[in-house]
Nanobody, 121 residues
Framework: VQLQASGGGSVQAGGSLRLSCVASGRTFSTYGWFRQTPGKEREFVAS????????LYADSVKGRFTISRDNRDLTLYLQMNSLKPDDMAVYYC?????????????????WGQGTLVTVSS
């Protein structure tokens, strides 16, 4: 699967952004979003089954972020509301070819190139 992420940018604390990720190439069972800051490991943000019946969120974003996809095409989304300075990171979309929602980086098979989110206080 080829993944192309976009939608990052600069926003003030309390603001919103929606990240997009266009997928192509093959089907997959699960998709997710992760983020990474310099010097730190990539961390889990959210994961969803293809059908959307199972969703998993990191505690730090629960209630503020929403993972979804467009039913008409293979565009994956991460809606981010009430952004905080701690949310500032490079965000990556990823997919699993088989398997359910998961928070472990190693379980994902394909990754997008990352999009930078900057949050100012």
């Amino acid at each position: 699967v080829q993944l192309q992420a976009s939608g990052g940018g600069s926003v003030q604390a309390g603001g919103s952004l929606r990240l997009s990720c266009v997928a192509s190439g093959r089907t997959f069972s699960t998709y997710g979003w992760f983020r990474q800051t310099p010097g730190k490991e990539r961390e889990f943000v959210a994961s969803s089954s293809w059908r959307g019946d199972k969703k998993l969120y990191a505690d730090s974003v629960k209630g503020r972020f929403t993972i979804s996809r467009d039913n008409r095409d293979l565009t994956l989304y991460l809606q981010m509301n009430s952004l905080k300075p701690d949310d500032m990171a490079v965000y990556y979309c990823a997919v699993r070819y088989a398997g359910s929602t998961a928070s472990q980086v190693a379980l994902y098979d394909s990754w997008g190139q990352g999009t930078l989110v900057t949050v100012s206080s």
